[in-house]
């Protein structure tokens, strides 16, 4: 037997590695994320530097969103 199964498959040690406390806050506050974006649906205007747009407040939310999330995933990848 090698030291990386174990008596029942080894499945238990990988569910465990999968559903970290740190992994399960993540999904928690991404959800609660979505939740608050998609309840934000009025139109707004929005200054992009020099022009004024109108636009879903939920677009604006989920596009700083998503910006911020490409941000931190390729600051943590280059510091591997």
Partial sequence: MSPKTTES???TGQRERLLTPARITVL???VLALIFI???TRATKIRLLIPEVTM???M???GTAVIGAL??????????
């Fill in 60 to 62: 604006a939310l989920l």
């Fill in 56 to 58: 879903p407040l939920w």
């Fill in 9 to 11: 498959g080894g499945r």
């Fill in 38 to 40: 998609f309840e934000n």
């Fill in 71 to 80: 941000c931190g995933w390729y600051f943590m990848r280059r510091r591997r």
């Fill in 28 to 30: 928690l506050l991404a």
